[in-house]
């Protein structure tokens, strides 16, 4: 007489309420986001498909506030850096409920690429000395705008005449606020 061992192997379901499948049945899927729905719709490959829907919508990334002492002393530390390092025009904006991806803008000008460049080098190492490790420059190998993202504060270092062109404080400053205040006022009768 032949005996014959038989193991069993039991596996849990990853839902606990989901029904054990048999052999063979078909898996209801998810129905597809709208867009991508619209998509699966259209002719051609998957690729082709997915880069008819674009890129997937998500959900920005909410920023903590900073606490206020800290944003003021580095802001004081940026300015002042700034300042040493001879910038001209130095101009701070504040963005608290205006932006999300930061709560200060400061906008300062160089003369020369050089000078713009080390003003960048300068800010990064004196930030760096306080705490703030992760600043992201943008532009620094000779340009006419440079751009440093504390993630609080973003600070932008312009040529004379890329400030101009760019016009940060028209696009960011209090006067754009007080020409919206001034439009949704009603004209009196």
Known sequence: MLHRSVRIIARTPSDPQAKPRRPGAKTARKSPEPVLAEAAKAPGTPRKKAAAAGPRRRKPAERE???????DQHLALIQDSLADDK??????????????????MVIATGLADRQIAAMAQH????LNEVGVKR??????????????????IVVHLFKPDSRVL?????MWGAD???ADEADAEPDAP
Do not use: Q
């Not at 506030?65 to 944003?71: D, F, K, T």
């Not at 701070?92 to 930061?102: H, K, Q, S």
């Not at 420059?137 to 993630?151: K, M, Y």
């Open 65 to 71: 506030p900073a606490l206020p002492e800290v944003l």
């Open 87 to 104: 910038a001209e025009d130095i101009v701070v904006l504040d963005l608290t409920g205006r932006a999300t991806f930061a709560d200060r």
């Open 123 to 126: 800010l990064e190492r004196k």
């Open 135 to 152: 600043v992201l420059i943008e532009g620094a190998n000779g340009s006419d705008w440079v751009l440093l993202d504390t993630g609080d």
């Open 166 to 170: 760019y016009g940060l404080e028209r």
């Open 176 to 178: 754009l606020d007080a």
